[in-house]
Structure formats: C-alpha cells, structure tokens
C-alpha cells in the first residue's frame, strides 16, 4: 500500500505530501513507518507492520523503536523511548528554538512529518528540471529541505543536492533530495514538544531524522531496510554520557514460540524460531517449515551492549516502565540495575546461570552448539523483545550524532538454525555493501550546502560530437544519466591525474561528479 496523490497544483500539494504513516515495500519487504516514532507496527489495528514477503500475510517483527538517554553534567538522566507508543517520548516535527509546536504554520508544516521520494523521480528530475513548463513531482516539491526559522526551525532541515550552492532547496534550480536506495521515506521527531508520558523521562531537547531506504534486487538487498538516524543536539545541554538503543520486538510469524540471539563480532542482534516449524496460532500466520530469521547489524558504530527481556517475566526481568529502567537495560543491567550475567536466562538464580557480569546475552551461535545461546540452554520458546545499544559517545549543542543500521532477513537454510546462520552471513554481505558505497557514509548525508565547486570540473568539448574528456583537481566518481533519469554509466574511484574519455550516441546526458565534499550536477550535450 502506498500514498498517491492527483496532479493538481503545487499549492494543492502542500496540505497532502505527508502523512502520519508510510509504507515501505520497494523491495520484497513492505515495512510500516509512523512520524511518532515507532516503527514496523500498525497501531491503529495492534498488529505487525513488518512482512516478508510483502504480499504474504506473514510478518516478522511486530514493533520496533529508537531509545535515546544521556546524564548532562549534573549527572541528571534523560530520556526518549518508545516500545508500543502506549505513551509518547516523540513527537511529530522538527525541534522549534521558540516552542511553534502548537502554532497553526508548523501544524500546517510539520504535524505529519514523512516524506518519501523514490530514485526514478530524482533521476527524472535531474533529466527533466530545465525543460520549459516542469512542474516537480510532490516528493520533490515538498522535500523540507530548508526549515522555517520564523518558527524556531533550523534553516537547514533534510539534506538535499544543492546545485547551485545558494543555501536554498529549489527544485526548479535542479535542487533534489540527498537519500540513499531506489525509495527512500525521510522521518523528522523531536522530543521536547510535550511530557514524555512512555518514560516520564526529561526531555534531551533533541531533533532526530530516520531515513529508511531500500533496494529493489535479486540479492541479500532485495529483503534488507537500512536505517539512516541522526541524533541533534538542539539545546543548551551538553551530554557527556550518552546512549542509543534500537529496541525490536521480533516475532516470527507467531510469537509464541521464537529465540533471540546476539552477534558482537557482528555488531548484530536477531530473532529465530525455536524449533523448524512455525504454526500458525492465536491469529498469527505462521511461516511453516523452514521459518526465517530477521535480525538487526550496526554498520556505522559498534554495538556496545545487546540483551532481551519478556512480556511475561516478573520484575525485574520484564519490560521497562520507568526512564531509569530504560538506562539500565540500556547499561547492560536489568530493570533494578542488577547487571546481566552469563548462562541461564541472563540472571544468576535462572537455569544454567552464573555471577559473571556480561554486556551480551546469548551471544553463541545455535548452530554449532558453541558458547551460550537459548538452544544451549535449552529455554522455554515464547516472545522475545530486544535491545541492542551502540557506542556511548558525547552530543555538545549544536552537534549531531549518526547511526546506520539494517534490518536482515534470511530463509536460505533449510531448518531454523541454518537460517541463523545464514542471516550472520548475510550480516557480512550487508556490512561489506556498506563499506563499499564510500558516497554513502553515515556522516556524510548531511543537511548543509555542498561545498564542491563547479569549476573544479572541465569538461569539453561541451557540445560534443561523441568524444568528452574530463578533467579535475580532486578525486570523484562519476554516474552518467541519459534524458529520461536512466543510469547509463558510472566511473568510480577517478584520478584527479586523469582525464576520462567517453563515447556517447547522441542526446542530452547528465554527469553527476560525486566527491568527498559533496555532489554537482553537469548537462552534457552530444550532437550528429
């Protein structure tokens, strides 16, 4: 399912680009976001918002969240959580510097804050923006790239291509949106519109942009969701302690009967069936045979801490309600601040458990039967909610801190436990796919200017009958659009010692040059 809208005006289409919530499938996933924070559940009906495949009526995760806390320098706790959205941490919009929130301009702007675009409506921009009479598509038209500073916004919001380097979004400048995938949907929340009635946590006083992207292909992409999250810092407050979590409830088909796991080489966490058959029961379609395993892999920063609790245990072992409760689980301690020990269920009065402090709970492989996982241990199948924590690091105002992830899913194995396996390695494919696309480094997808000069490339004869040659000072990669938005070729990793020589047929071509710095935009003409 997805939101369509009739060509009418681009005024019209400043009321009706956004809503509340957005369904991701560009892929073989379908991944239900909402601009509250909670993502791949549908709240309105209580259910699970997460299926593989998209088409089936079967789901693996049913919730999940970001949880954000830090101590400021008088050792005072904050904190913004969700589990459920039974109570709100987040809130709809970016961060407004004179409080605007309930200001009819930024409930007109930002009270339904999910933007989605897709790369066939950039690149048909990109071919298009010059031609007498364009009028951009609402996913470009509307992309927040600039903030309304009247209402305490900051100028610049959600990260776009600026071609021309004027600091303004401008679509009919060729301006477009700076996302990642073949479909991206861009979240703004921020966490100090009202009380935080989910942790009754003090607010952080920050900004947080999620970008979840997918890739349409026939690989490990084709069931992955990446997760872009920028934490910023909008406040006075300086925070020396400071920790992000992703909370994920993963239930494989029915929840009754799964596992969860965690990689740290891997910087992983996950969820499996317990045994190789997955019944359908209490209203959930179950996978069957061979059911999949989804998990989650940091690829930017090391995940830190990674544990489990339950709906059903007794306290402290079962969900946290309270924002000093979050901060232990999300200090590898349980819910009273009793840390996590090794073997058992994670405490030392459990079965199999000891009194050896741990930061990972069943961090052993089931497969193998080496080290401590629930198969080991031989536990009882239920549901299973998780966390996984990344790197503590420090926000000042005014800085941002950045995290990607992705969720995984594999069912290349032929039993359950085979599926684990075969989710770790696809942890590796997704890590490596990462390394690799250096454009798209975390840090990198920034909300500023691009600061590449357009002079630093010389491309001639421009027109051309065929022959181009480029020249530059910096290093860049090149991708060559045709008229229509259609990637033709790509040139990675260029020289600034090099000239290029191409051989293109006739027509109107776009070289988009990509540096460390940012992305410019040339048209290239080649004549008869």
């Known amino acids: 399912m997805k939101i369509y809208f009739t060509l009418l005006s681009l005024l019209a289409f400043q009321c009706f680009s956004q809503d509340s919530t957005y369904i991701l499938d560009h892929n073989s996933v379908a991944a239900r976001l909402m601009d509250n924070g909670m993502l791949f559940q549908n709240v309105s009906s209580g259910t699970a918002a997460y299926s593989v495949p998209k088409d089936s009526l079967t789901t693996v995760i049913f919730s999940s969240s970001i949880w954000i806390g830090a101590t400021d320098l008088q050792g005072n706790l904050h904190m913004a959580a969700l589990r459920y959205a039974s109570g709100e941490d987040f809130f709809s919009g970016p961060y407004s510097t004179n409080n605007s929130y309930n200001d009819s301009l930024y409930l007109q702007k930002y009270d339904q804050s999910i933007w989605a675009v ?18 951009p598509v609402p996913s470009i038209a509307n992309w927040p790239g600039n903030g309304d500073v009247s209402l305490g916004v900051v100028s610049n919001l959600a990260p776009f291509v600026d071609m021309n380097s004027d600091n303004i979004n401008n679509p009919l400048d060729g301006d477009y949106p700076d996302v990642r995938g073949d479909e991206a949907a861009y979240i703004i929340l921020n966490d100090s519109k009202g009380i935080h009635t989910e942790t009754n946590g003090e607010p952080l006083g920050i900004e947080v942009h999620i970008m979840a992207s997918q890739y349409a292909s026939t690989d490990f992409l084709d069931s992955t969701t990446f997760l872009n999250i920028r934490v910023f810092n909008r406040g006075v407050q300086l925070y020396s302690n400071v920790k992000f979590g992703l909370f994920m409830d993963g239930d494989i088909g029915n929840y009754a009967d799964d596992y969860f796991g965690c990689a740290p080489n891997k910087d992983m966490m996950y969820f499996y069936n317990g045994d190789m058959n997955d019944e359908s029961d209490g209203g959930k379609v179950g996978y069957g045979l061979n059911p999949p395993a989804v998990g989650v892999v940091s690829l930017s920063k090391p995940m830190t801490a990674s544990g489990f609790f339950t709906s059903t245990g007794n306290f402290p072992y079962s969900d946290p309600q309270t924002a000093s409760q979050y901060w232990n689980f999300m200090s590898a301690q349980w819910a009273n601040g009793s840390p996590w020990t090794y073997g058992g269920l994670g405490y030392p009065s459990s079965t199999g458990g000891s009194n050896s402090p741990t930061n990972f709970m069943f961090d052993g492989n089931p497969l ?32 941002m801190s950045c995290y990607d992830m992705a969720v995984i899913y594999s069912r290349s194995g032929g039993t359950n436990l085979q599926n684990v396996q075969s989710l770790m390695e696809t942890a590796d494919s997704v890590k490596q796919f990462y390394i690799d696309q250096v454009t798209y480094n975390c840090n990198q997808v920034t909300a500023e200017t691009k600061e590449i000069i357009e002079n630093d490339f010389s491309i001639y004869p421009n027109p051309s009958t065929g022959n181009v040659f480029i020249e530059s000072p910096i290093d860049y990669d090149l991708s060559i659009y ?28 776009l070289f988009e040059f990509e540096t460390i710095t940012g992305k410019i935009t040339r048209k290239v003409i080649i004549t008869d």
């Open 482 to 509: 045709d008229f229509h938005g259609r990637l033709i070729q790509a040139v990675s990793n260029q020289s600034f010692e090099k000239s290029v020589e191409l051989n293109l047929t006739q027509g109107v071509y």
């Open 118 to 135: 897709t790369r066939a409506e950039i690149n048909f921009h990109m071919a298009n923006y010059w031609t007498p009479g364009y009028v």
């Open 368 to 399: 193998t039967g080496v080290a401590w996982s629930e198969v080991t241990n031989n536990n009882p199948m239920g549901d299973r909610r998780g966390i996984m924590v990344m790197q503590t690091t420090s926000i000042f105002p005014d800085e």
